[in-house]
C-alpha cells in the first residue's frame, strides 16, 4: 500500500517524506492555496510545473505525483504538458474527467465532468507524448463527485484504463467510505486504484489494502497542519508582545537548516573551494623500472609500473587523479625505463636523461626546476606508492618548511622487500605501542640508509612536501650530490639545517613492490 503526502513545495514535500511516506502528491489544492487563490484554473500550467519540478528536485529519488487538473485545456494542451512535466523529472501525472476550468472537488455547487469521448481522447494524447516508459498517467473520475453514482464512474473506470490509463483515481466527497467500497466491490481492476480519503478519514490503509486499493493520497493535511500551526504561532505572538511562549513550540532552526541540506552544502563547499589552498605543484617519480623484485619484473618487463592496470585505471593515472581532486593542476611525471609508454595524460611528461645512473635525485632534478607558479609548494610522490586522497589532504593541510610522511605502524616487512626507507622521529617520552597525532607535529632527527632497525621508530612513505623558499635550498644540495635517494637526500639537507617534520600515519598509503602488492592493490582499490 503505498502512502502519498500532498505538498505544495520541497520543504512540505521533505518533512512527508522524513516521516515515511512512500511519495508525493504536488497538490493543486496546496499550490493555489499557497498563492491564496482558489483551486479553480485560476494559476497557469506554469505555476504548477514550478512546484512539481521544485518538489521532485527536493525528495528525488522518490517519486512525484503531479496532480494536473484537466490538463490544463483539451488534447494539445495535454501533450505539452506531459512533456514538461516528464522533463521536469516527476513520475507520474493526474488528469481528471471534468470541465475546463475546473474548481476544487470539495467545493459545492456544480461539477461538470467532460464526456467520456473528450477526456479518453487526453489520455490517449498523455500516453503518446511520455517519452519514457516509466512515466506514468493516472486517470481520475470525478463521477460521484459530481453525483453521477457508481455505475457511471464503473463505466468511465473501463473507458479511461482501455484507454491506456496507467493507474485509476476513483475521487469522493462522502463522509464516509460507502460509495469507495461499492466502487471496489464491482469494479475488477486491471490497473491500481488510487482513493484520497479527505472527507471519509476513518477508511484507514489496512482496509483500502483489503477492498484492493494501492495507493492512498493524504492531499491536503500537511497545508491544514501548518495553516492551523502558523496562525497560532502569530496570535500568540501578538498576544504577549514577544515570542517566547512559542519557542519550544516551533522547529528550532538547525531543523530548517536540515531540510535546506546545509550539511551537503557545507561539504560541498570544502570539497570544491580552493580559495584558501597554498598553491602546490607534484612531481611524480615514476623513472625505476621495477624489474629488482622477480614476481614483478614478469609484469614490468615490458610495461613501466606507470602503465600497470589498477582496477581499470594505470596507477599514474590513479595519482593523477588524486592530485587533481586535491586541487593540485601542475604535476609532472618523471619517467626513465619505458618513457615511451607512460601514460601521462592530465600532466606533463620529463623524462629523466640520467636513469638509471642518476638515481632518485637525478630524476628530481629532471622536473622543472620551479613551479608554475612562483610561491607553490612542491609535492615529491614515489610512483610506486598508492595513496588514499585523504591521507594526501592531510599532507596538504600542513605548512612546515618541509613534512615527510612517516609511517609509524610497526609492520613486519614483507616477505621480498629488502630494504625499507628508516625514519627516526623524536618521540621521546611518548614512545608507546598506539599514538594519537600530537597538535606539534614531531621532528625528524634521521631518515635514510643511516639509519638502522633497531634506531628506526618509522618509514617513509614515499610523500615529502617542501615549502617554495626551502625547495632551492634541497635542489642545490641534489645538484651537488650525484646518484642518492630521496631520504639520502633529506638526511643531508636535515644535516645542513633543514626542518624536517613527520606527517605520522599508520595507514593510507600501499607500495607496489612485488605481485602479491599488486594483487593487493587491485583488490583495495575501487574500480
Ligand atoms: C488536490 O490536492 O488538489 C486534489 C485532491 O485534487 S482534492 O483536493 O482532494 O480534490
Ligand atoms: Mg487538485
Redesign the pocket.
Known sequence: MGRVA?AHNALGAKLAVQAGLDAI?S????I?SAHGVP?ASILTMTEYLAAAESIAQGVAPVPVIA?C?TGYGNSNNVMRMVRLFEAAGVAAVCI?DKCFPKT???IDGKQELASVAEFVGKILAAKNAQRTREFAVIARTEALIAGWGVDEALRRADAYVRAGADALLI?DKSRTAEGIREFMQRWTPSVPVIV?P?TYPTLGVAEADALGIKMV?Y??QGIRAAARAVSDTWRTIMRDGNSLAVEGEIAPLSVLFDLQGMPAHRAAEQAFDRSGAVPTRAILLHAGDHRDDPTLASLTGSVPLAALDVNGQSLVHRQVEVLRQCGIADITVVAGYRHDAVPASGARLCVSTSWPAGGEVGSLLAAPATPDAADARTLVWYGDVLVERPLIERLLATADPCTVVVDRSDRPVTPGHTTRDFVHVDDEGTASKRFLSPSAPRRVLAIGSGVDAQTANGEFAGLVLVSSSQWPVLRDQAEGMGAAAVPDLLQRALAGGLDITALEVTSGWLELRSFADYELACRLVSS
Open positions: 500532498g502528491w497538490s493543486g489544492f496546496e493555489s483551486d496532480d487538473d481528471e476544487n472537488s470539495f475521487h484520497v479527505t493520497i492531499a491536503n
